[in-house]
C-alpha cells in the first residue's frame, strides 16, 4: 500500500529553486515525514524529516501543511548534482526503522 | 572512512550457488538492515536487525538469511540462487530510538547478477 504519492518526473533549472510535492493523506499522528534521494548508482541518502513543523538544514527545507497531508521539499538552488530519485515516506518513529519507499520523483536539474 | 561499506561492489554468479554479501558499519549504530532495489528501481526492506531483535519481511524467501557475528556487521547470506535475485542489494544502519529519527545511512549498493 503505497502511503505517499509523489509526481515521477519533475524538470528544474540549475541555480533555481526545486520544490518536490508529496501528498500522505492517511499519515498518522504519530508519523514523520522524512525525505531521502538517490543519486544514480549510489545508495539512499537522507535529507531531511518533520512531524509538524517546518524543517530545514544544510541540504534542504521541508514545508508540512497544516492538516499534514502534504508536504514539499524545497531545494532553495538546485545544482546539477542533485539530480536523483527523491522518496517521501511516512514512517513512525519508533517502528524498528523498516522504511518502505515508493517510486519517487525522478529530479532532473538541467543547466 | 564509509560509514556503511558492503562487499563485494559486484558479484556475477550461477544458478544453485551460495554467496554472501559483507556489510561493516563504523557509525557505532546499534540497528543493521538489508534492502534490495530490483530492475524497476524499487527499494524494499529485507531485514531489520539489532541484537535482541530480527525483523524479517515476510515476502523474503528463507533462502536469505542474515549473519551479525557483532554489532558492527550485518552479512548476508543467499542458498540456492535464483535468476530473481539478480538486484541491488543494500545494506544499512541507524540508532533504533536515539530521537533523530528514521536516519538511516545507507551503504553503496552490491550489484548481484545472476547467470
Known amino acids: 500500500d503505497a502511503k505517499t504519492t509523489q509526481p515521477p518526473s519533475m524538470d528544474c533549472a540549475e541555480g533555481r529553486a526545486a520544490n518536490l510535492p508529496c501528498n500522505h493523506s492517511?499519515?498518522?499522528?504519530?508519523?514523520?515525514v522524512y525525505w531521502y534521494r538517490q543519486i544514480h548508482s549510489q545508495g539512499p541518502q537522507y535529507i531531511i524529516h518533520?512531524?509538524?513543523n517546518n524543517e530545514t538544514n544544510e541540504m534542504a527545507s521541508l514545508i508540512i501543511t497544516e492538516d499534514r497531508k502534504s508536504s514539499t521539499l524545497i531545494l532553495p538552488h538546485a545544482t546539477l548534482r542533485d539530480t536523483a530519485v527523491y522518496y517521501c515516506?511516512?514512517?513512525?518513529?519508533?517502528?524498528?526503522?523498516?522504511?518502505?519507499f515508493g517510486g519517487g520523483t525522478r529530479l532532473m536539474v538541467k543547466p | 572512512d564509509t560509514a556503511v561499506s558492503q562487499t563485494p561492489k559486484y558479484l556475477v554468479t550461477q544458478m544453485g550457488n551460495d554467496k554472501s554479501i559483507k556489510c561493516e558499519q563504523n557509525?557505532?549504530?546499534?540497528?543493521m538492515y538489508w534492502y534490495k532495489q530490483d530492475s524497476k528501481k524499487f527499494l524494499k526492506i529485507m531485514f531489520s536487525?539489532?541484537?535482541?531483535?530480527?525483523?524479517i519481511n515476510e515476502t523474503v524467501p528463507n533462502r536469505f538469511s542474515p549473519k551479525s557475528p557483532d554489532k558492527a556487521h550485518l552479512n548476508l547470506h543467499i542458498n540456492s540462487l535464483e535468476l530473481g535475485d539478480s538486484a541491488v542489494y543494500f545494506c544499512?544502519?541507524?540508532?533504533?530510538?536515539?530521537?533523530?529519527?528514521?536516519?538511516?545511512?545507507f551503504g553503496e549498493g552490491s550489484w548481484l547478477t545472476v547467470v
Open positions: 536487525y539489532n541484537n535482541k531483535e530480527l525483523i
Open positions: 515516506i511516512v514512517s513512525p518513529h519508533n517502528a524498528g526503522n523498516m522504511l518502505t
Open positions: 544499512a544502519s541507524s540508532h533504533r530510538d536515539d530521537g533523530s529519527g528514521n536516519t538511516i545511512y
Open positions: 518533520g512531524l509538524k
Open positions: 492517511t499519515i498518522s499522528g504519530n508519523e514523520y
Open positions: 557509525l557505532g549504530h546499534d540497528t
